[in-house]
């Protein structure tokens, strides 16, 4: 127990992690080249469930990781490994933690509400839920309007004989 207090205050606190030395990634002399692997990344997610699926399917955690080393290890030759930990550490402890906490909460929330009613998915309800989901976008957030209002428009096509391209 005693052991694990202090990686638990890193991750509580960071900031205080990075206090004693800054290594911040110098961003106004960094070239469009560093975005190379994220465009990457972005293209295997969207190509590879349908060019290499069976691949994607076992293996997409390595291929993710290796367009995240194809960043990290550059980087960490390019401006030093202080510089390149604390970018991933920044990353991961700032960034994405914070949307994973935020989806929890608006999973959390929005598993709570139900939107219940008689409504049959033709093509002028569907363009409906989307006018209503753009209008409560603009108040609680895409991602909120999206958990709140999928379950409505499943529902409304389950009886189409071609209902995928709904919410794709």
Do not use: C
């Not at 991750?11 to 290594?23: G, K, M, N, R, T």
């Not at 994220?38 to 969207?46: K, V």
């Not at 108040?139 to 709904?166: E, K």
Request: charged share 5%.
């Amino acid at each position: 127990m005693a052991a694990g207090l202090p990686a638990l205050a890193v991750l509580l606190f960071p900031q205080f992690a990075f206090a004693a030395a800054d290594h911040e990634l110098p961003g106004a002399a960094m070239s469009l080249w560093w975005v190379l692997p994220f465009a990457g990344l972005l293209l295997s997610i969207a190509t590879g469930p349908l060019l290499f699926h069976h691949v994607w399917e076992h293996h997409y955690g390595k291929i993710t990781a290796g367009w995240a080393m194809l960043v990290v290890v550059p980087l960490a030759i390019a401006f030093g490994i202080p510089s390149a930990i604390q970018a991933v550490l920044h990353t991961l402890l700032t960034e994405y933690m914070s949307f994973i906490i935020l989806l929890f909460a608006l999973y959390t929330i929005s598993g709570g509400i139900l939107l219940a009613g008689n409504i049959h998915g033709t093509p002028l309800v569907n363009a409906g839920l989307l006018l209503a989901g753009a209008l409560l976008a603009s108040v609680i957030g895409t991602t909120g309007a999206s958990m709140i209002l999928i379950r409505p428009i499943l529902r409304a096509n389950d009886n189409r004989p071609f209902n995928a391209h709904v919410v794709i």
